[in-house]
């Protein structure tokens, strides 16, 4: 009963263990960055703390035995495991609070963001992190000293904690990275898991309290201690370093297969534990152990690891053809997942299995080590976890400056050859001479084998089929010619897997038509021609708008398109941009041809930093700050969203500065939008939204409000040359089509109250439901902001409008095309509402007719617009060119969306007019009731208060939230 009881709650330890190092992670991130190396100093301190916490405990065990052999009685381990339990618990209760005070410790001492600053605080994240990981590292030597019925038995029992508790690991997780990080933040998730440990650790005190018989041989009856112990830890290192460069191998490569979200990684750990506790398992159901299964198992892991390596570039194929047979919706969204966990254990299983058997086998050969059963286990877990450190920080970073994933691989495999040769040699070879000649030929013949093996794909590796949700012509005709066409058609100019990402470049065409496109984890996050608009206005939209324009600070380099426009004013001193990867500044040359020669400008500074970090530890202030990161789904890119980094750059603003922020509305829901611009809105009391390039959305956040209404100012700047020659490089001739951008004036988000949740490092939601909204790939819109004091601020501080009111507050008829012609060739709501405005103003004119006929032909963001969409919605800026007729309810509900979808502060409907619809309702067909719901959200509208407690602020009628 003792014995089950443990095992059980050994997969409530491991559960928290693995949630604990996602939280700390996550904590830790706000103090070192949240950088490759930030990543591999945590995962270090956490395999370094159980590396001393099993050698440690081993010892401590081995001598509480003794110590309890010496007075005639029996050492009661469970009653010392049990504090060792609730000592984490404590220590898990207390982190926030320890966690402040280190970083307030950070922040007083002065230090620069890199080198000897870095490692100091390092240091101080080993204060928090060391602690409980050295406790953590007790449960294995532990119990299995405590509990083993005999010393035959001390190989299977050992074999079961291993596997229960790397179970819960497992569980832990898929909870951390699908449900409990985004549903309880950091804090509240702490405490659960701490309550969970001091509870594990009294049950265990209550049934350490009767005295147990511990595992123990009569003097001079035991076999004689064995020889070679250091055969066997260095196998257990060689191993551990193999199997987490494995790990961090595979991780990227399902990266660029799935897509580097939150959910593909802990998809990727969960198979890793999950087939860890299925070989230790294994190991416990087997009837005897020979020396057989110890050196067959380690030579089959190596032939496993062989066959993952000749098929893994085939990796983002499989993951397409797999995502083609579910839907886009939320209730395929886990069933992807599940799949795509099962079709990873189909694929690494085998694999990971035989690593997972490696240590209860070894073990195994050293349980004759008498009375020191948990010293044994210490010492050959301690050995495994410093390999494992080892192959986080080489394989998974350090080898990376120089080699590509498949070196990795092909080092880890080498790895592993040589510890089934060492074994093999332990075992089987003969003293002396024998065994060197058995390593030295194991090893020939591995390196052999591994220089033959061929080199993976980077085109089929970096395509990005992730993005593509649906069966085209090439789904379904095999990994080879897929590889094939993906060669020849689209070749690289550029590959490089640095420690952060992989960064490839690919271009099209030739000469003036030249176009390149950096992808960064197989997701395109630049073209020098689809997306220059964008990238450009990053930067000089801001600088328009701010007082000044002569320090800037650019968060992302990408394809150097937005610092260099900024470099090339003539008024800018510096720029300084932070950019996370060594594949993207090592790339920057082959894009000068495209943004104005950047990587050469004197004025502009690459610092290779995370940028949450490079600005905490500035002292600089700028007038610009623009963001350009990838999509917040992207693991490490939400951290550029949340609340704490914005006041970080808000705080790095000079009085009268702009910081800019990209966002998107492809592949993403009004959910995501709504909770980014929340938090934008929660740390910027003055906030405008402007689009670059159809979805691609731009928030400013002002330190006043005065300077961007300047119209005069504006305009003044916009005629300059230098900012002439930069807006028309984007596409943009003038003050006018530059207007036809605004989407939200100033002021308008922070009248509209928009409730719900933010985005914050200590909850962390963004990454979330942003993962989710790309796994359906939709699009999202804007919060409504058409009504109350949100309406009232959009009309008064509309640029456009002003600009219009300088003519009796109607744009000339040239304007007005120059202006739609801007708006259609984007948006399709937008061209909508300024169509329908026109056509209220003018029901005939030839110039509009053609703009709309050509904005039908056209595929803007929001579709091709209908050609009857003009007629339809001139009548809901007045109310007077409604008729009398009476209105289906089904035309109410379409007036309804029409007015919530082209609603725009630049020419605002009258809410009087949708009142008049609603008023004119009837359904014969359906109770007259949804019409008079529908009139007193209409009216409700008009009056800028909720309909009803079931919509909230600012919803417009006939509609939820």
Same mark, same amino acid.
């Given at each position: ?55 440690? +405990? ?20 469970? &009653? ?42 390092? +240091? ?35 074999? =079961? ?25 950091? @804090? ?69 297969? =799935? ?11 969960? $198979? ?213 066409? $993906? ?31 950096? =992808? ?86 690459? &610092? ?13 202030? +700028?007038? &610009? ?25 808000? @705080? ?16 993403? @829901? ?14 910027? @009391? ?88 790309? +796994? ?17 601020? *959009? ?18 008829? *040239? ?23 026109? !056509? ?18 056209? !595929? ?67 109770? !007259? ?33």
């Amino acid at each position: 009963m003792v014995r089950t009881a443990s095992l059980v709650l050994t997969v409530v330890t491991g559960f928290t263990g693995l949630v604990y190092e996602v939280a700390w992670q996550k904590y830790l991130a706000t103090l070192l960055g949240s950088h490759s190396e930030a990543t591999a100093a945590i995962l270090a301190l956490f395999l370094g703390g159980l590396s001393i916490g099993y050698r440690l +405990f081993g010892d401590v065990t081995r001598r509480l035995v003794a110590s309890a052999r010496a007075a005639s009685s029996s050492p009661r381990l469970l &009653v010392f495991y049990g504090l060792v339990e609730a000592a984490i618990g404590l220590w898990a209760l207390a982190f926030p609070w320890l966690f402040a005070g280190v970083r307030s410790l950070s922040l007083l001492v002065p230090h620069e963001a890199t080198g000897a600053g870095f490692a100091f605080d390092v +240091f101080l994240a080993s204060l928090l992190v060391a602690p409980p990981a050295i406790l953590m590292g007790g449960t294995i030597p532990i119990l299995t000293q405590a509990l083993a019925r005999s010393l035959a038995d001390a190989t299977r029992f050992h074999a =079961f904690v291993y596997a229960f508790n790397t179970a819960g690991a497992f569980a832990g997780a898929l909870a951390a990275g699908y449900l409990l990080v985004p549903l309880l933040g950091l @804090d509240r998730l702490l405490f659960w898991m701490a309550t969970l440990n001091l509870g594990a650790g009294a049950v265990f005190l209550a049934m350490g309290l009767p005295r147990r018989e511990i595992v123990a041989l009569e003097p001079g009856e035991g076999p004689p201690r064995i020889e070679g112990l250091g055969t066997y830890a260095g196998a257990a290192l060689l191993v551990g370093f193999a199997m987490i460069a494995v790990q961090t191998v595979l991780i990227r490569v399902a990266g660029l297969a =799935f897509g580097s979200s939150q959910f593909t990684f802990s998809m990727v750990v969960a $198979v890793f534990v999950l087939c860890i506790a299925l070989g230790s398992f294994a190991v416990s159901l087997l009837p005897r152990i020979g020396r057989a299964h110890v050196v067959a198992s380690h030579w089959l892991l190596v032939l496993a690891c062989g066959v993952v390596y000749l098929n893994l570039d085939g990796a983002p194929y499989w993951a397409h053809a797999l995502r083609t047979l579910f839907r886009d919706t939320d209730a395929a969204f886990h069933a992807y997942y599940l799949a795509g966990l099962l079709g990873l254990g189909v694929a690494i299983g085998p694999a990971v299995v035989l690593s997972g058997a490696s240590l209860p086998l070894l073990f195994h050969q050293l349980r004759r080590e008498v009375g020191e059963l948990g010293a044994a286990a210490g010492r050959l877990y301690s050995w495994n976890t410093v390999g494992s450190l080892l192959g986080a920080l080489l394989g998974g970073y350090l080898l990376l400056f120089w080699l590509d994933l498949h070196h990795v691989f092909r080092i880890a495999i080498g790895a592993l050859a040589l510890a089934a040769a060492l074994l093999t040699a332990r075992l089987y070879a003969s003293p002396g001479r024998g065994v060197r000649g058995a390593v030295a030929g194991g090893t020939v013949v591995a390196v052999a084998a591994l220089m033959a093996l061929p080199s993976w794909s980077p085109e089929l590796l970096t395509i990005g089929l992730f993005r593509s949700r649906q069966p085209g012509k090439s789904a379904y005709i095999g990994v080879d010619k897929t590889r094939a066409i $993906v060669e020849v058609k689209h070749p690289l100019k550029f590959h490089d897997d640095d420690p952060t990402t992989t960064v490839s470049v690919r271009e099209e065409g030739k000469g003036p038509s030249l176009e390149r496109s950096i =992808f960064t984890n197989g997701k395109s996050d630049g073209s020098t021609r689809d997306d220059y608009t964008t990238m450009a206005l990053a930067g000089i939209l801001p600088a328009l708008l701010a007082d000044e324009h002569a320090d800037a600070f650019v968060i992302g380099y990408g394809t150097g398109v937005t610092a260099g426009e900024l470099a090339a004013l003539p008024g800018a001193r510096r720029v300084t941009v932070a950019e996370i990867s060594l594949g993207v500044i090592e790339a920057a040359p082959l894009f000068d041809f495209a943004n104005q020669g950047a990587s050469r400008n004197p004025k502009l500074e690459i &610092v290779r930093s995370d940028a949450y970090r490079a600005l905490l530890r500035s002292d600089a202030r +700028f007038d &610009v700050i623009a963001s350009e990161p990838s999509n917040p789904w992207v693991t490490g890119v939400e951290m550029l969203f949340s609340r704490e980094f914005l006041a970080a750059a808000r @705080d790095r603003l000079n009085p009268g500065g702009v910081y800019a922020q990209w966002f998107h509305q492809y592949e993403t @829901d009004d959910e995501t939008i709504a909770m980014v611009i929340r938090t934008y809105a929660s740390v910027f @009391d003055h906030v405008a939204v402007w689009y670059a390039l159809g979805a691609d959305l731009l928030l400013l956040g002002f330190q006043s409000g005065d300077g961007p209404l300047d119209l005069e100012r504006l305009e003044r700047r916009v005629a300059e040359p230098h900012f002439a020659a930069a807006l028309g490089r984007s596409g943009i001739e003038g003050l006018p089509e530059l207007l036809a951008h605004e989407l939200l004036p100033l002021g308008v988000v922070g009248a509209a109250g928009l409730e719900g949740p933010t985005h914050t490092l200590l909850h962390p939601r963004l990454n979330h439901v942003a993962g989710r909204a790309f +796994f359906r790939g939709g699009a999202g819109s804007l919060p409504f902001t058409g009504s109350g004091p949100a309406a009232r601020i *959009g009309r008064e501080n509309s640029l456009l409008r002003r600009y219009a009111a300088r003519s009796g507050g109607r744009l000339p008829e *040239g304007v007005l095309a120059r202006v739609a012609r801007e708006a259609c060739t984007h948006r399709a709501d937008l061209c909508g509402a300024l169509v329908g405005s026109w !056509q209220r103003a003018a029901p005939v004119s030839p110039v509009r007719d053609r703009l709309v006929a050509s904005a039908a032909q056209r !595929q803007s963001f929001g579709g091709p617009l209908d050609v009857r969409a003009p007629q339809r919605l001139s009548t809901l800026f007045d109310a007077r060119l409604l008729g009398s007729e009476r209105v289906p309810l089904l035309e109410a509900r379409n007036a309804t969306e029409a007015y919530t979808r082209f609603y725009s502060h630049a020419v605002p409907f009258d809410p009087r007019a949708l009142v008049s619809v609603w008023r004119r309702c009837h359904a014969p067909r359906a109770p !007259q009731a949804f019409c008079k719901e529908g009139l007193a959200r209409a009216e409700a509208l008009v009056a800028g208060r909720p309909a009803s407690g079931r919509t909230g602020a600012g919803s417009p009628p006939g509609q939820g939230r």
